[in-house]
């Protein structure tokens, strides 16, 4: 989906902006339409396909098991994910699962990334899963500076649930060489539990983005009319 000329660059909105002949009506990602014969339309079509293409560059990297592959189960020998991100504290995350029991034999996870050394961060997490217990399953993300194994956090950011979902934020400094250590692990019978850790986008938020801006551009054209 590309708009000759406003491709990646929101300042040409409003000087060189006409891509489509529009008469009328003219609908969006069906569903949401904008109704005007000026070259408004014009300019609202070519803002919203620059914020798309902006959107798409500056897309989270995500690691998720599912297409990369299982992260490590040892905790001495965790996964190495220092060139996959570069730095982790940019839009990156990652997307696994752990499972035990009934459910599976991959107990816990743990993968080391980079960061900038010496910085305050603050890193999103979530689980979501399933028991067969009919009961509480607790789960852990555990951070720790990966060269010297000190604690950053110790593990006490966890919630239980059955069925249900917990999210919190993970807030530490990081180590003199950057380089963080997770490790995500459960205490249940029999439960698959799916996580992410750092930024991971929802679904849509791409056509999301789109359509707000679109939106957003009309309010202010209809307040500047
Ligand atoms: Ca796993």
Redesign the pocket.
């Known amino acids: 989906m590309e708009a000759t000329g406003a491709r990646g660059n929101g300042r040409e909105i409003g000087t060189s902006v006409v891509y489509f002949p529009v008469d009328g009506q003219f609908s969006i990602l069906h569903g949401i339409s904008v109704k005007t014969n000026s070259l408004n339309t014009n300019l609202l079509l070519g803002a919203a396909f620059a914020g798309l293409s902006l959107s798409q560059a500056s897309a989270a990297t995500v690691y998720n098991?599912s297409s990369d592959g299982?992260?490590s189960g040892p905790f001495g020998s965790p996964t190495d994910l220092t060139s996959t991100f570069g730095n982790f504290l940019s839009d990156s995350g990652v997307i696994?699962?752990?499972s035990t029991g009934t459910r599976g034999s991959?107990l816990a996870?743990y993968f080391y990334v980079q960061m900038t050394p010496n910085v305050a961060a603050s890193i999103p997490y979530s689980f979501s899963g399933d028991s067969d217990d009919g009961g509480m399953i607790f789960e852990y993300v555990t951070v720790y500076a990966h060269t010297s194994g000190a604690f950053l956090v110790d593990g006490s950011s966890s919630g239980y649930m059955s069925g249900s979902s917990v999210s919190d934020t993970l807030n530490f400094i990081t180590p003199s060489d950057g380089l963080v250590r997770f490790a995500v692990s459960q205490e249940t019978s029999n439960a698959t539990m799916n996580y992410t850790i750092g930024t991971v986008p929802e679904t849509g938020t791409a056509v999301l983005s789109l359509v707000g801006l679109a939106a957003a551009v009309l309010r202010r054209r209809r307040q500047q009319g």
């Open positions: 098991e299982d992260l696994g699962s752990i991959d996870n």
